[in-house]
């Protein structure tokens, strides 16, 4: 049994061949190549833009040339992950597809259903002369997976369609209404390097083993950011102890994860020393009460460490310190269209000293309401204005896609799913990002959702595609731009 065997033939053979493109993000010229002939092999019209992305356009059926456009979208890259054991070259190997139960996997690396899936039934749609519609358009994007690029340049004229369905969701029975769009805030500040005075104590604070997480999808399940949490220590520190001066500080990673560990080493006068242990055991006490249904395995230790060369001069140290523990972080408010949801967050995500004697802080922030992002990002630039940063900026901005709960296209796509299966599809947003805010930047007058067939452990080489799953996905599709001719 082979991947061509599977049904419906239509999407499975057409998988097939994507699977044997290389295609890993950054390296699409193979694949691009390839669905250009796709587009010359089924006489469509074809569109290549400036940064890579195909279109292919089929004419409305005749008689439906009143009936509304439909835009079929998929990112032709994948993630190029294999386990250790694999010789797999992503640049020149096509991906071995192996038929496992239910389901479909490759040989020990990742499939590339996400989002291969998504386009073979895109191209499927196009090329299938039994569904009569208005005018249809399949739609490839480039390197979602690093940075959304394709969607982000978009133009207009490669969005020729009133409706746009997304294939790059992973869960069957759930349609997808909305995204948020992102923006990483920067800050720079230039300190001076003091001579460590000697007659300090000085003391490593480290805190490890929280739990961390995405930054968008978990900045409501309650877990700590030890980013927050070694500010507000060390913020308690300089109010409590007579002197407490930072040497240093790292806290934090990626912008995109709740920060689980950080680091820092003060310096104090030797007759707090007593006081110090007192605030940090209760800094301690207050932090395992305040995560005890979220955090399990953290650990918060100070030890005594030998001085350090230089510390970080005072002031510097005391405006960066504040600015943090003053910045907002976590869920800023929640979806009023969707109950659940969070709208609008940031993520408090790092502490770093760099190159240059310069300490750096990162925050992420989200929102699927534009001006609300917006309101968010100046707060938090506001406190670090005032603190004194000599340096603010931002980086990857996109935009985020509003829930529309009265849209026509949702209605009529909750009511095709219904028809085939008997029950309502879960109608949900997500609080991460999607190629579709991107795409309304282009084409504010669209309507779209995002669906797909159930994938497991993508960006894995575990990643694997529900058999039965795909069947479902592509009757639905048919169905559904049926319903969208007939209206
Ligand atoms: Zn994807």
Known sequence: MTVRDLKPACVWQIFDEITKVPRPSGKLDKIREWLVNFAKAHQLEYKVDEVGNVAMFRPASPGYEKAKAVVLQGHMDMVAEKSATSNHNFDTDPIETIVDGEWVRANNTTLGADDGMGLAIALAAITDPDIKCGAMEALATVDEETGLTGASNIKADMLRGDYLLNLDSEDDGVITVGCAGGLVSIFKFNYKPVEAPKDLQYFKISFSKFHGGHSGTDIDKGFASATKLMSRLLVTLSKKLDRCELACIDSGNLHNALAFNAVAVIGINPADKEKLAVEFNQFVADVKNEYRNTEKNEELVIESVDAPETIIDSDTARRVIYAVFAAPHGVSSMSMEIKGLVETSTNLASIKMR????????????????????????????VFELAGADEILNEGAYEGWEPRMDSKLLALAVESWEKLYGVKPVVEAIHAGLECGLFLKAAPHMEMISYGPTLQ????????????AVQKGWDFTVELLKEIAAM
């Open 457 to 468: 452990d993508v960006h894995s080489p575990q990643e694997r595609c529900h058999i039965p």
């Open 355 to 382: 190159e240059g004697n310069q300490i750096v802080v990162e925050a992420f922030s989200r929102s699927a309401v534009e001006s609300r992002k917006e309101e968010l990002v100046k707060q938090i630039e506001t």
